[in-house]
């Protein structure tokens, strides 16, 4: 019911700067938390960044802070990913993730992207 769709993924050199953005369309009532998670080959997937979208809460990985951005825009349902001063530590697929209502006092459910990747070489 309930579609995420992911762009912005690419290859880069390190220290370079790259934006991933994730749409949430389909049939839901509102979005509680938008934010990407990450899974590199032989690596559990791990949170990257979340953000909610009540109050604008944001949190990082420790790994990604002072590198990242997370951002929203409630109209569009949409979330964003700024990164920058990529390293190649940060290559893996890129997944978009968002915690929704999708019927009135209903509970809340989890919707994923299809995953994009990023690959940084050094």
């Known amino acids: 019911q309930v579609q995420l769709v992911e762009s912005g993924g690419g290859f880069l050199q390190a220290g370079g700067s790259l934006r991933l953005s994730c749409a949430a369309s389909?049939?839901?009532?509102?979005?509680?938390?938008m934010g990407w998670y990450r899974q590199a080959p032989g690596k559990q997937r791990e949170l990257v960044a979340l953000?909610?979208?009540?109050?604008?809460?944001?949190n990082y990985a420790d790994s990604v802070k002072g590198r990242f951005t997370i951002s929203r825009d409630n109209a569009k349902n949409t979330v964003n990913l700024q990164m920058n001063s990529l390293k190649p530590e940060d290559t893996a697929v890129y997944y978009c993730?968002?915690?929704?209502?999708?019927?009135?006092?209903?509970?809340?459910?989890?919707?994923w992207g299809q995953g994009t990747q990023v690959t940084v070489s050094s």
């Open positions: 993730n968002a915690v929704l209502r999708l019927y009135t006092w209903s509970n809340l459910v989890a919707a």
């Open positions: 389909g049939s839901f009532l509102s979005i509680s938390a």
């Open positions: 953000i909610t979208w009540g109050d604008t809460n944001a």
